[in-house]
């Protein structure tokens, strides 16, 4: 894949991690509730990373006009 900018880089990794997690957790396979606090957790995070890029993304725009 190509990526035109380092934010688009970044937010499609972002995306494959959170893809990769979702498909762990929608197999059924957590040992218990714990784990799936803890990918929970790392959804979260990964999904905040990714709204702070697009406020950066959006800023970086603006800032060239």
């Known amino acids: ?3 035109t900018t380092p934010l688009e ?3 499609s990794k ?3 991690e959170r893809s990769n997690i979702v498909s762990f957790l929608s197999q ?3 040992k218990d509730i714990e ?3 803890r ?3 790392i959804i979260q995070g990964l999904d905040a990373a990714k709204v702070l890029i697009n406020d950066l993304e959006k800023r970086m725009e603006t ?3």
């Open 1 to 3: 894949m190509s990526y």
């Open 9 to 11: 880089y970044l937010k």
């Open 14 to 16: 972002l995306e494959d």
């Open 28 to 30: 059924g396979t957590l």
């Open 35 to 37: 784990e799936y606090r």
């Open 39 to 41: 990918l929970s957790g």
């Open 63 to 65: 800032d060239d006009e």
